[in-house]
Structure formats: structure tokens, C-alpha cells
């Protein structure tokens, strides 16, 4: 019988095996699953993202280790100016990933205030701000080495 444990604040989450011996004794086995990794943006064009193993297609788009959604302004009231605010960011920070990378468009329209950054650095993650294409290939680059990267990333102006 297995039995998945997921470990609060733990990268990984544990298979517990319960393996009956003839003799009536129970042996018990941790097994380290792969942790969630973060999923690879496949492509990105003016107005449309498509993030990998994903069926959707996004004009903006929020990715962490394990999913991603839309990113809808409406939720929070961002728009360009003043930009990226901490509530857009925090269901993000929940998934416990160490590196943030922010996409602010494909003219660097959208702003991002310093105390936007001096949020996130406060969680203890790691931030970078850069335009949409550049924000899009760190983010893979990390991804690609099975780093906890999250992302928020606008894809026009």
C-alpha cells in the first residue's frame, strides 16, 4: 500500500510503503517523489502565451511550480500605472518559490513600483523585472534547471 504525504513548507512530498512481511511484520519505506516543477512557457507572441502540458492559451499569464492560470488585472485593479502590486504576486509567493520573474510587456509598458519589489524581497524570493521576451527566456532558463521560479507575465504593450 502506498500512501503520498505532502510535507508542510517541504519541496518534495514523501510515498510512505507499507510492506507486509509472511512473518505479520510491517516494514515502512519513505520515498522521495520529484517535486512539482515549473512549467515551460512553449511560446509567446504579441497578445498570446502557451505555457507547456497546458490546453489553455493566455494574453497574460502567472506560473509557478506545478500550474499556471490567467493572469486577469480585474481581480486586483492592476493596469500599466501604477503596475504589478504585491496581490498580484502573493498566490504566487504561496506556492513557495524562490525566484519571481516579472514579464512587463512587450514595450515595457507595465510598471513595476519599488515597493512591489521590496515585497517580494521580504518573502524571501528572489526578483527580476525584465521585458516580456527577456523575463520569458530567464524564466525557461530556470526552469530548465529545476529552479522554484514563478512568473507573472503581461504579453502586449
Not at 500512501?3 to 518534495?12: K, L, R
Amino acid at each position: 500500500m502506498r500512501f503520498p504525504v505532502a510535507c508542510p513548507g517541504a519541496s518534495t512530498v514523501l510515498t510512505i510503503v507499507f510492506i507486509s512481511r509472511p512473518w505479520n511484520r510491517v516494514e515502512l519505506r519513505a520515498r522521495k517523489n520529484r517535486a512539482m516543477s515549473s512549467p515551460e512557457i512553449a511560446s509567446l507572441s504579441w497578445g498570446h502565451m502557451k505555457v507547456k502540458g497546458c490546453s489553455s492559451s493566455y494574453k497574460d499569464c502567472k506560473v509557478w511550480p506545478g500550474g499556471s492560470r490567467a493572469w486577469d488585472w480585474r481581480e486586483t485593479g492592476t493596469d500599466h500605472y501604477p503596475g504589478v502590486q504585491p496581490a498580484d504576486l502573493e498566490e504566487i509567493l504561496r506556492k513557495g518559490v524562490d525566484m519571481l520573474v516579472i514579464g512587463r510587456g512587450m514595450s515595457e509598458a507595465l510598471q513595476v513600483p519599488p515597493s512591489t519589489v521590496e515585497y517580494v524581497k521580504k518573502q524571501g524570493v528572489d526578483v527580476k523585472v525584465l521585458q516580456t521576451e527577456k523575463a520569458v527566456k530567464e524564466y525557461n532558463n530556470l526552469a530548465g534547471q529545476g529552479a522554484k521560479v514563478g512568473g507573472v507575465f503581461h504579453s502586449t504593450c
